[in-house]
Structure formats: C-alpha cells, structure tokens
C-alpha cells in the first residue's frame, strides 16, 4: 500500500528532549540568533545501538532564513511505515485499519529518541513526501528482469514528463526521474541480498538490518517492487486529476484505495505499448 512517509511539523507543535542526539547539537539551531542568512539542518539517525533495539524514523530539524520566527524552524520525520510495524516491508500494510498501529508505533519510537508530541498532532500532520508500493509476486518463469528489460526498450520520456531515467544492475532495478517524484521498479529479493553482501549505499532501500533474516527462507518468490514516490507539490495536483483531491495529512494519505488509484495511474501509463 505504501512504505516511506516524511511529516513535517512546526516547531510549536514538538519538542526535543535530548538535543545533543543532533548533529550538530539541536541547541545551536533552536538558538534564535544561531545561523543568519543559511538554511541550516540538523540531523539525528538512530545509532546502531539503537537500531538493535527496533526500526526508528530518521529525523531532521530545519531552520530557514528569511522566514517568520513561527515557521522558521520544522521537524522532518522519515520513516518506513511497514518496518516500523512489522520490522520489514515484505509484508505490506492492507489499508485504514493498520492506520492506529502505525501512528501508536511512530508516537512511542519518538518518544524513545526524545522528541515529545501528541498523537493527535501526528495524526494530522503535514505529508511532505509519500511513497506508495506494492510488491507484486511473479512465478518463477517469469523472473523480475525479464520485465524490467522489457522497460529499457520504453521511451517513456515525454509521456511522464522525465528528466531521467536509470537502469541498474543487468535488469535488476528501473528509476524514472521528475523532478517532483520518481517511480522505481526492482527485484526486491535481489535488492535485499545486494544489501545483505555490500550494506545499504548499494541497494535500493535504506535500513535493510530489520528484515536480511528473510533471506533464510530458501523458498523465496520472484518479487517484483513498484514504488511510486511523491513530494508534495505533485501530490496536490495528481490527486485532484484522479478525483481524490483531499488534504495532505498523515491520515488523509493513509488510504489503501488512494495508493490502488495512483500505483494503477502510473502503471496503466508506463506498460501502455508492452
């Protein structure tokens, strides 16, 4: 249904207890006088001591020149929604009712990296970027590169407004680029043992730690990866396209019928003339 999901909150909305997890320290920052005409970033990724103990979002704090002192300074929180309930995305998210779990599940990882704020705050929290995806299981005769190369043969350049496209590792993975979002398409399983052999910078997905375990399983499918990943400026106006137009909150976003409607917008759009 989807995977990565980045909030942005106001910092009236949230505070730090343990502003020395940042980097560089978050009291710098949140000092009023501290930065002057830069845009400055402080960035808190969970240790691997931490990771030990369950997934937990990456957060980074902004702070931005030449804006009102009220909207100056945000908190973004990027996280993987399926991993932080189920430790992995191989078992995807099935709609509304995973919504609570999800938001029960952020509230305490915050909690535990120090960053106090309600439920009811994430609930309706600002969606800055939102990856919608679905694994989709192939039989074995039909590995996932056949496909993909399948794709190569595509221009599929003007039709989806790109202005880049790469193909990676002999069929292995597929990334349209626009400048507002970005749709890939990867073996999964492959991905993960490419992870699992050389770490994350040479995969496709970050925080592969929380699910190598599943490549014990000597029986694994052919999973084929689609991800649709989307900031917010392109958000507004596709879902208003597919009728869906609604605001951008955690929850609003949070639907298995909105990720059906897109992932088959883009999927009619890219296999139109295989």
């Known amino acids: ?74 908190l973004r929180i990027e996280f993987s929604a399926p991993k932080l309930l189920y430790g992995n995305n191989f078992v995807e998210l099935k709609g509304h009712d995973d919504f609570q779990p999800v938001l029960s599940a952020l509230h305490t990882a915050l909690a535990f990296m120090g960053i106090e704020v309600t ?3 994430l609930k309706s929290a600002s969606i800055s970027a939102i990856h919608y995806s679905k694994n989709i299981l192939l039989e074995r005769e039909t590995p996932c590169f056949l496909l993909i190369r399948e794709l190569e043969k595509l221009d599929l350049s003007s039709k989806l407004d790109l202005t880049q496209t790469d193909f990676r590792n002999s069929g292995q993975m597929v990334k349209y680029h626009a400048s507002t979002y970005e749709i890939a398409l990867y073996d999964k399983v492959k991905d993960l043992q490419q992870a699992r052999s050389y770490g994350d910078k040479r995969s496709t997905e970050n925080d592969n730690i929380y699910q190598t375990d599943l490549l014990n399983n000597l029986k694994l499918p052919e999973v084929l990866r689609f991800e649709i990943r989307l900031k917010s400026r ?37 296999t139109e003339g295989l």
Not at 9 to 37: M, T
Not at 54 to 60: A, I, Q, V
Not at 240 to 260: C, I, P, V
């Open 119 to 121: 439920i009811e705050i």
């Open 1 to 74: 249904m989807l995977d990565t999901v980045v909030l942005t909150l106001p910092e009236h909305q949230f505070s730090i207890k343990h502003r020395d997890r940042f980097i560089p320290d978050a009291g710098f920052l949140l000092n009023p006088l501290y930065g002057g005409n830069s845009l400055i970033k402080s960035v808190y990724n969970p240790t691997k001591k931490e990771k030990a103990e369950g997934y937990k979002p990456r957060l980074t704090l902004i702070k931005r020149p030449f804006t009102e002192r009220s909207q100056a300074i945000s």
């Open 234 to 270: 392109k958000l507004k106006p596709l879902l208003k396209q597919l009728g869906q137009d609604t605001k951008l909150t955690f929850e609003n976003l949070f639907s298995a019928t909105l990720s059906r409607s897109i992932l088959l917008h883009y999927w009619n759009q890219i």
